[in-house]
Antibody, heavy 122, light 107 residues
């Protein structure tokens, strides 16, 4: 069974930092790209960024709103991806989800975790 | 970036009736389109992937159709637990994944 479990959220002051983790199981992690998506309270879903697998050089891409402040990394030996969030702003308050797109013989299926809440407030 | 739109923004339906939700892409996404259901305080739940394949455990009253730029989610005989917000997601051209703004189905 595919599982993605996020952790590391919490209450942080503006300007602070946080590292979120996404622990994966049930699939071959080192082949997969991992995306992060967030949802601010009462708002829709927003793609934050992603990291490709090592065969694609582990390349990363970010949404314009977070570029330069967010960094995605991965540790394939631990089947875990990370989202480092720096210089936090109140507008970064959201539930953060990690997602992956798995290929089953040409059929792509998007899987999600349950999310972790980040609250930025003084 | 592919822009996803959904209509209507809100759909008022009585239990037992059917609901038809639409999702449109600004350019073709082939069949790489998913539908999610989200209830307050919960993570999005995958209903449909590949535009028309129900995810594991999803009741057959949920059905998806379409390809290219026009997609539909139909919920037949709405149950009380179906009142929620529904999002579409395209994963054909990424990054980025792009989402529709959602359709709220209420009583």
């Amino acid at each position: 069974e595919v599982q993605l479990v996020e952790s590391g959220g919490g209450l942080v002051k503006p300007g602070g930092s946080l590292r979120l983790s996404c622990a994966a199981s049930g699939f071959t992690f080192y082949y997969a790209s991992i995306n992060w998506v967030r949802q601010a309270p009462g708002k829709g879903l927003e793609w934050v960024g992603h990291i490709r697998n090592k065969f694609d050089g582990g390349a990363t891409d970010y949404a314009a709103a977070v570029k330069g402040r967010f960094t995605i990394s991965r540790d394939d030996s631990k089947n875990t991806a990370y989202l480092q969030i720096n210089s936090l702003k109140t507008e970064d308050t959201a539930v953060y989800y990690c997602t992956t797109l798995l290929d089953y013989g040409g059929i792509l299926i998007p899987y999600w975790g349950q999310g972790t809440l980040v609250t930025v407030s003084s | 970036e592919i822009v996803m739109t959904q209509s209507p923004a809100t759909l008022s339906v009585s239990p037992g009736e059917s609901a038809t939700l639409s999702c449109r892409a600004s350019q073709s996404v082939s069949s790489n389109l998913a539908w999610y259901q989200q209830k307050p305080g919960q993570a999005p739940r995958l209903l449909i992937y590949g535009a028309s394949t129900r995810a594991t455990g999803i009741p057959d009253r949920f059905s998806g159709s379409g390809s290219g730029t026009e997609f539909t989610l139909t919920i037949s005989s709405l149950q009380s637990e179906d009142f929620a917000v529904y999002y579409c997601l395209q994963y054909n051209n990424w990054p980025p994944f792009t989402f529709g703004p959602g359709t709220k189905v209420d009583i």
